[in-house]
């Protein structure tokens, strides 16, 4: 299937199961009515950020049982499992946060390689040799060689994370998909598998399929924003109709360029 044709069809399979989109969506007003609880009654904001927590994991669960139906060729929205779901949801969970730990700890190890954390605490030490208290003095008596040094230090991580990131992010997609096949974690966070994986979609294809989602996600947020601005019900259309429709979009395209591989 084309790219193109994976996101068109993914942006018409919500809404010809209005059933299953009703679903979801009122697990996305669930979390919004926990919101605004959370709101009216400030001295109960730590049990509604729990329930909002499990009821998002929820939600992760069923963004995988779409990816897998997709995966398996099924053309209808899962009917919602709790407690499957949940437990999908975690697992996700912690492959989401592999995929985000892993960059992080690269971007710590290449940091202090690269010397910011030294040139930092050089820097640091020149700005207390100086008796001035202008800020723009004490910068001005900061030898350039030392300045200098922590900036480029800065930049080189800055760009080296911002890649690293990207790429992990990158992963993490079809990584999540790669979960609701096996629902294995450790099949999930299989690096070498998941890039296999991708190259046997084409590096080519599955860039622009992000850019295209991403693309579709921008106007999406674009219309959800004009919706806010509606008195009233604005933000409720906003939060339940708009949001559960992206979710369906995305997992439903996720399974679609999967199966391209």
Same mark, same amino acid.
């Not at 993914?10 to 199961?17: E, G, K, R, S």
């Not at 892993?102 to 930092?120: D, E, H, K, Q």
């Not at 409720?236 to 109709?241: D, E, H, R, T």
């Given at each position: 299937m084309d790219v193109l044709?994976?996101?068109?069809?993914?942006?018409? %399979?919500?809404?010809?199961?209005h059933k299953g989109w009703g679903m979801v969506a009122l697990i996305s007003l669930i979390i919004g009515i926990f919101d605004q609880l959370s709101i009216f009654y400030p001295d109960y904001r730590m049990i509604f950020a729990i329930l909002t927590f499990f009821v998002a994991l929820l939600l992760m669960g069923v963004n995988l049982s779409i990816i897998k139906a997709t995966i398996d060729g099924q053309n209808n929205i899962p009917i919602i499992d709790p407690v499957k779901n949940l437990i999908d949801g975690l697992k996700n969970l912690v492959v989401n946060a592999v995929y985000y730990i892993?960059?992080?700890?690269?971007?710590?190890?290449? @940091?202090?390689?690269?010397?910011? =954390? @030294?040139?930092?605490e050089k820097f640091i030490?020149?700005?207390n040799t100086t008796d001035t208290a202008n800020a723009a003095s004490m910068l001005s008596t900061v030898p350039a060689d030392i300045t200098n040094a922590l %900036?480029? @230090?800065?930049?080189?991580?800055?760009?080296?994370? %911002?890649?690293?990131?990207? %790429?992990?992010?990158l992963l993490n997609i079809i990584a999540q998909a790669r979960l609701a096949e096996t629902e294995n974690i450790l099949e999930a966070i299989d690096i070498r598998h998941v890039i296999q994986k991708i190259s046997s979609i084409g590096w080519g294809n599955y860039i622009l399929f992000i850019i295209l989602l991403l693309i579709l996600i921008f106007v999406v947020g674009l219309v959800s924003a004009i919706v806010t601005l509606i008195? =009233?019900?604005?933000?409720?259309?906003? @939060?339940?109709?708009?949001?559960? =429709?992206?979710?369906?979009?995305?997992?439903r395209s996720v399974g679609l360029i999967y199966n391209e591989g």
């Open positions: 044709d994976i996101i068109k069809e993914a942006i018409n %399979f919500p809404l010809n199961d892993i960059p992080a700890i690269l971007v710590f190890i290449i @940091s202090i390689i690269a010397g910011v =954390y @030294s040139n930092t030490l020149a700005l %900036f480029i @230090s800065v930049a080189i991580v800055a760009i080296l994370a %911002f890649v690293l990131f990207v %790429f992990f992010a008195p =009233y019900v604005g933000e409720i259309i906003s @939060s339940v109709v708009l949001e559960s =429709y992206l979710l369906i979009v995305i997992a």
